[in-house]
């Protein structure tokens, strides 16, 4: 059965996602039970998973309420203290839940063992990448436990991914991070358009995400750390060398500190 992808909202500008195929769903990094709660409710489906990409409480902390309602498992980063009972993931690992098959990427950088999870294609829809907040649109995580080589590995591994899939991070943190991603690049005219787009959703009340890869390479700094443009600028704020993990140092600590 075909798949539909909702973006729940949650406190601020959380998104937990919501995979369903009419009948059964699965959700990442439910921080909150109550929007998932309203929406298994509403669409009259069983809960059959639930996926969590790092240890935050803001993407795990609505685990436990969901339990009683859980018709399956809980599936997390070996490497981190989930809500337990939880199945420990590692790099390349693959599960089967609602008849789908999620391969798991060891991404850490924002967190020690943070993962995503990555859905290929079918016949009817475009590959799904869950990627909590490693990679956001425009922008990525904070380094709270990793390094800027660590991160830059990480992003470089999902920017390697099929360009035609949905990239559904956890936060609406894009007009910032284009803000910032105009600063480092103004000449970027993909950028300046996919802003004004963003600009436009934004407006009307409506989400920029899922994004998707091939998007995020023509317009994410992060993702451009050997873009001439984005050299110069990383190098013009600090950074040690021109190679793509110095520059990448550079963009993080300068994003750290943009306002």
């Known amino acids: 059965m075909p798949m539909n992808l909702l973006a729940l909202p949650a406190f601020n500008d959380n998104y937990i996602w919501l995979l369903h195929d009419g009948r059964d769903a699965i959700v990442v990094d439910p921080g909150d039970s109550a929007p998932v709660m309203a929406a298994l409710s509403n669409l009259k489906l069983n809960l059959t998973g639930i996926l969590v990409t790092h240890h935050h409480g803001d993407h795990v902390g609505g685990v436990d309420a969901l339990r009683p309602w859980l018709k399956g498992e809980v599936f997390g980063p070996a490497l981190e203290n989930i809500p337990q009972p939880c199945r420990a993931l590692n790099d390349g690992d693959h599960i089967n839940v609602m008849g789908a098959s999620f391969e798991v990427i060891d991404v850490p950088g924002h967190t020690a063992g943070h993962i995503a999870y990555f859905l290929a294609s079918s016949a009817a829809a ?18 709270f436990e990793g390094t800027p080589a660590q991160m830059h590995r990480s992003l470089s591994r999902l920017a390697a991914l099929p360009g035609n899939s949905r990239v559904c991070c956890a ?46 390479i023509k317009v994410n700094p992060f993702l451009r750390c050997a873009e001439p443009d984005v050299i110069q600028s990383a190098l013009s704020h600090g950074a040690a060398s021109p190679s793509p993990t110095d520059v990448f140092a550079a963009l993080r600590q300068w994003k750290n500190d943009y306002r």
Do not use: M
């Open 126 to 143: 475009a590959p799904i990448l869950f990627c909590g907040d490693t990679l956001f649109s425009g922008g990525c995580g904070r380094l």
């Open 171 to 216: 936060h609406e943190y894009t007009l910032a991070n284009l803000k910032f991603a105009s600063a480092v690049e103004p000449h970027n005219a993909d950028l300046t358009a996919y802003t004004a787009w963003c600009q436009a959703q934004r407006a009307a009340g409506l989400f920029t995400l899922p994004s998707s890869v091939a998007q995020e």
